[in-house]
């Protein structure tokens, strides 16, 4: 089995920053493509960054030149760093991964249960 956890969630002011971090444990082969998605009260969940094995990133456009994602292969974990926050940015940040356990096995996404932002005005 494979987990995955997420930290570094708080309460922060409007303008400030935050860093999140997911760890990646378990039955790990290969861990592939990693995102961050982010779920808003009363809203659909939505992705928020990539991140390749290889390091190829793609940003949604509300948090380009704000938020940075990066990884750490050697350690399966995955951040998120977010600058310059807005009261809109607030929400359940989830993380979720594509794991292969096995040497040619299949690939298999995993969630975290999330971690709670929220950007005060």
């Known amino acids: 089995q494979v987990q995955l956890v997420e930290s570094g969630g708080n309460l922060v002011q409007a303008g400030g920053s935050l860093r999140l971090s997911c760890a990646a444990s378990g039955r790990i082969f290969r861990l592939n493509i990693m995102r961050w998605y982010r779920q808003a009260p009363e809203k659909q969940r939505e992705l928020v960054a990539a991140i390749s094995r290889d390091g190829i990133i793609d940003y949604a456009n509300s948090v380009k030149g704000r938020f940075t994602i990066s990884r750490d292969n050697a350690k399966n974990r995955v951040f998120l760093q977010m600058n310059s926050l807005k009261p809109e940015d607030t929400a359940v940040y989830y993380c979720?991964?594509?794991?292969?356990?096995?040497?040619?096995?299949?690939?298999?996404?995993?969630w975290g249960p999330g971690t709670q932002v929220i950007v005060s005005s």
């Open positions: 979720s991964g594509e794991v292969a356990s096995d040497v040619g096995g299949t690939w298999n996404d995993y």
